[in-house]
């Protein structure tokens, strides 16, 4: 990333009328570079005239009205598509609801120089979070670690949100065959960029709990994201098999051809 790489925030909302404000003038005093692109699933809290009303006073504002609820993914897939056909170098993933600390972005940031795509980690040695009971600590950490066997992603935290991707990996991946939400989203965002042959750095970040509003987390998103990464692990696995059929398999003939060339030499007089 360059000084005059242009930077893209993407920031879903839904009934985040209490916390949006708040979150964009943080963000814009912590990464004064930055623009961001507000999200909107038609929130009927209002949250959707608020972001108009921002984006009106700060030209670094913008707002991408949605006509209904559609997820997460969604959202983040609406916003790339937003920010790749306008030219920008950067697009990031961060959550209105105060969870991702933008004080925390510069540092996803500086990181892309090493990588195509930077997660915020609660997981590695450093990362923390704040204001979570244990069973849900739990359920994230084993989470994860399911992901680690299921899939064999080198990360330590793959569900997280807090993302920053170089645009020209999102350009090499079928954005248009991302079809999750949630959890899910995250981990497929993530072995995509792998896929596609990128590089995936991690840095520790500080998450902290929702102060205001409600989570949008569910059992149903949860549940997908188990079906989900156990399908994909059996697609990898499957991959994996087919290598190492074929290459033994072309061991195999190159040795049966060497000893045919043997058998078919005469013996010398």
């Not at 000084?3 to 920031?11: E, G, K, N, Q, Y």
């Not at 916003?79 to 990031?92: I, K, M, Q, S, T």
């Amino acid at each position: 990333m360059t000084d005059t790489s242009r930077i893209l925030v993407v920031v879903p909302t839904y009934n985040e009328a209490d916390n949006i404000e708040p979150i964009v003038t943080r963000l814009r005093a912590a990464v004064p570079k930055a623009e961001v692109l507000i999200a909107d699933d038609d929130s009927p809290d209002g949250t959707g005239a608020i972001a108009d009303h921002l984006s009106s006073v700060d030209g670094h504002v913008h707002v991408l009205h949605r006509t209904e609820k559609q997820g997460l993914g969604a959202a983040y897939l609406a916003g790339f598509a937003w920010g790749l056909d306008r030219g920008y170098d950067v697009l990031v993933e961060m959550d209105a609801d105060g969870s991702h600390q933008p004080e925390q972005l510069q540092s996803l940031l500086d990181a892309l120089e090493r990588a195509d795509m930077v997660k915020g980690s609660r997981w590695m040695r450093g990362g923390t979070v704040v204001n979570w009971s244990k069973k849900r600590e739990i359920l994230s950490r084993g989470a994860n670690i399911w992901v680690q066997g299921a899939m064999g992603l080198p990360v330590h935290d793959s569900t997280g949100g807090f993302n920053v991707f170089r645009a020209d990996i999102l350009r090499r991946i079928d954005l248009d065959g991302v079809a999750s939400r949630g959890y899910s989203f995250q981990i497929d965002m993530t072995r995509r960029v792998l896929e596609a042959g990128g590089v995936v750095a991690e840095v520790p970040i500080e998450f902290q709990e929702r102060m205001t509003g409600e989570s949008k987390m569910s059992g149903s998103i949860i549940q997908e994201a188990l079906v989900k990464t156990a399908g994909w692990g059996l697609e990898r696995r499957a991959d994996q098999l087919a290598v190492w059929h074929a290459i033994l398999f072309d061991k195999l003939q190159s040795l049966v051809c060497r000893q045919s060339a043997v058998d078919e030499t005469p013996p010398a007089e």
